[in-house]
């Protein structure tokens, strides 16, 4: 049915004829063709089924939330001048359809939705000022700020790139994209692009590869997999609870926390794996299940493992492309006598032994048990967990750019990831959730009480799990006592702090409630870029704790900083003015920061409202130009 729509945008509404024949998808249903352009408007070029291997990686999500993400970094020498490297990133996107499509969740499908036009964020940065000793830490901390960002695969531009100025004619090009797009296009056609010869060849291209992957795994039976699974989860319990954790339908905001376990507790792992590496994440795993055994006063439990599949001659190919697979561990311990490590080398065990299997999906473990509710609200990643980090250090005489690192997450539709590191010297953990179903401090007490699991197994090696369940019951008391309540930002402190700010001083009551009730209060580590919009809606943003630096665009392409903000402080006044849109970059300068969020069209309704907060900004936005005056004319 072709019909004529009419959608908003800007000032001017816009006809719009809707003709479903020339799209590759013919079979929208009237909902799903109005909440198509609901979203995306006039921008629409075309709306497809999802391939096959974008079929594969959606399997089993529930959310909109990237798959996994792919990144790579670029050495580069030469000349790149922003005018000349953005209009090229143009001339790519539009012959690159991949690069301007956007994922869209209609019901229980998803549709692939090309963009007419969809530049990719592209900041350019210069860190030649560095000192060569510290590029590689500054670059790696830049590099994994990004992919704490992810990516709403229905309303973000998939694909972002960052370029660093890192020396005379030297340059890192960062980019990062979810897998569900990378497969399609090759960065060489951009560097030629921009650079104007074959200056970068991809270190490993996996576009046929990933292809051909993919159409194995279809190929391979399931049967044996599926028998496998029956009688390894035969009698599986109901799915653990995690302390702290409370269920949310909320759509997934993530939050990032980080640990580290300490040296003590290192080399004990050392010690105890030093026959074989792999036996390593068995301690780690096995710590964990008892840990969720403790917590939920259970002798059986179970949680998932993400790691790439070993016994597929194509691992290689699948580590590169980011592809993992789900990995039940069942983690039992009825037996009182059982030693600890007896229990470790079982968990060893089977491991390897499921590692063949480990190509079924969600759905194929929900089938073989029966059961129509999810099995896991968490998984633990060891992908990549021995994999020797990269230097970054720029590499004199080499011409040319090449990938010097891919890193992946996959986020698998559960509240919770907890990706472990190994350098060789630490082991660190990155804890991934949602921020509607675990608070800060429940994931900070979460790695306490694992923390103090690990150190007890490998304390008592040679003890029996009944003892030390009992050392485990008086320490997790004692952590219980002394954990911090759970801090949830009311309405009323959220007011209190607006009213303090200049912006809203002397603003109604009724006012300050309506700002608080759209506020959000979001975490961030150190050097993560903080976003200045959610779900494509512009945000006015404070500092609520910590340090942040602004960095502006003066015109050159390169961002320098404006200055450092601190608590309490207005970030961006410049979110009124849509030419300044991508000219202002904000980072967290602390090792953690919480800003406060509340959508633009939230303050300008207030101020149409309340006219002491107009009068505000404009005394705020005259002080800001006195100020940068001066500092001009000081030079």
């Excluded at 990133?89 to 991949?98: E, L």
């Excluded at 390593?280 to 949680?303: K, P, R, S």
């Excluded at 702090?497 to 912006?503: E, H, K, P, V």
């Excluded at 009730?517 to 961030?524: D, E, P, R, T, W």
Aim: charged share 25%.
């Amino acid at each position: 049915m072709d019909e004529t729509i009419t959608y908003t945008h800007s000032a001017s509404p816009k006809q719009i004829y809707f003709d479903q024949k020339s799209f590759r998808v013919g079979n929208l249903s009237e909902e799903e063709r109005r909440g198509l352009f609901r979203t995306y408007g006039y921008q629409i070029e075309d709306v497809r089924a999802l391939d096959e291997s974008e079929e594969w990686l959606f399997s089993g999500q529930e959310i909109v939330s990237p798959e996994f993400y792919l990144q790579s970094l670029y050495k580069i020498k030469g000349t790149i001048l922003p005018e000349k490297f953005t209009d090229a990133v143009k001339r790519v996107v539009k012959r690159q359809p991949v690069l301007r499509q956007n994922f869209y969740a209609a019901g229980e499908r998803y549709l692939k939705v090309i963009l007419r036009e969809r530049m990719p964020v592209i900041i350019y940065r210069t860190l030649s000022g560095h000192p060569l000793r510290e590029l590689d830490s500054l670059l790696e901390n830049i590099m994994e700020a990004d992919l704490r960002r992810g990516f709403d695969l229905m309303h973000d531009r998939l694909f972002r790139l960052a370029v660093f100025r890192t020396g005379r004619e030297e340059y890192a090009v960062v980019i990062t994209q979810p897998q569900v797009i990378a497969d399609g296009w090759n960065a060489a056609e951009l560097f030629r692009e921009a650079m104007g010869s074959g200056v970068v060849e991809a270190a490993q291209n996996t576009s046929g590869q990933f292809a051909r992957y993919l159409q194995k795994n279809a190929n391979l039976s399931y049967e044996p997999a599926l028998l496998y699974w029956k009688k390894l989860l035969a009698g599986l319990p109901e799915m653990p609870a995690l302390p702290g954790y409370t269920p949310s339908y909320q759509p997934y905001v993530q939050e990032v926390s980080h640990c580290l376990l300490n040296l003590a507790d290192m080399e004990d792992l050392r010690l105890k794996s030093r026959e074989e590496r792999d036996f390593l994440i068995a301690i780690l795993q096995t710590a964990w299940g008892i840990m969720l055994q403790q917590v939920n006063h259970c002798e059986d439990t179970y949680f998932c493992l993400v790691m790439a599949n070993r016994q597929s001659r194509l691992h290689n190919i699948a580590a590169m492309a980011g592809v993992l697979h789900m990995l039940p561990i069942r983690v039992q311990s009825a037996q009182e006598a059982l030693r600890v490590r007896d229990l470790v080398k079982r968990q060893f065990q089977q491991q390897i032994v499921s590692q063949p299997y480990s190509y079924c999906r969600k759905q194929d473990f929900q089938r073989v048990l029966g059961r129509q509710q999810e099995m896991f609200n968490h998984f633990l990643s060891f992908h990549g967990f021995f994999i020797e980090a990269r230097r970054y250090t720029k590499t004199e005489g080499i011409p040319e750019g090449r990938a010097v690192m891919l890193n992946s997450r996959d986020a698998k539709g559960m509240d919770l990831g907890v990706y472990f590191h190994y350098n060789g010297e630490t082991i660190s953990m990155d804890f991934l959730y949602h921020n509607q179903c675990f608070s800060k401090e429940a994931i900070e007490n979460l790695a306490e009480y694992f923390k103090k699991t690990l150190h007890l197994l490998l304390d008592g090696w040679e003890r029996s799990i009944f003892s030390l369940r009992q050392a485990l019951r008086k320490e997790y008391q004692v952590l219980a006592d002394s954990s911090p309540a759970k801090k949830a930002w009311s309405g009323p402190e959220i007011s209190g702090f607006l009213s303090r700010q200049s912006l809203f001083a002397a603003a109604s009551g009724q006012t300050l409630q309506e700002l608080a009730a759209a506020a959000v209060v979001k975490s961030y580590l150190e050097n993560d870029t903080v976003q200045q919009s959610r779900a494509g809606e512009p945000q006015l943003l404070f500092v609520w704790k910590g340090t942040v630096v602004r960095n502006l665009n003066a015109g050159t392409g390169w961002f320098s900083m404006l200055d450092v903000k601190r608590d309490g402080a207005l970030l961006n006044a410049y979110s009124f003015l849509p030419e300044m849109d991508g000219k202002l970059l904000l980072e967290v300068f602390t090792e953690k920061a919480e800003i406060l969020s509340i959508p633009l069209n939230v303050v300008k309704r207030c101020m149409g409202s309340d006219a002491q907060i107009s009068q505000n900004m404009l005394s705020y936005v005259l002080r800001e130009l006195v100020k940068y005056q001066q500092r001009w004319i000081r030079g």
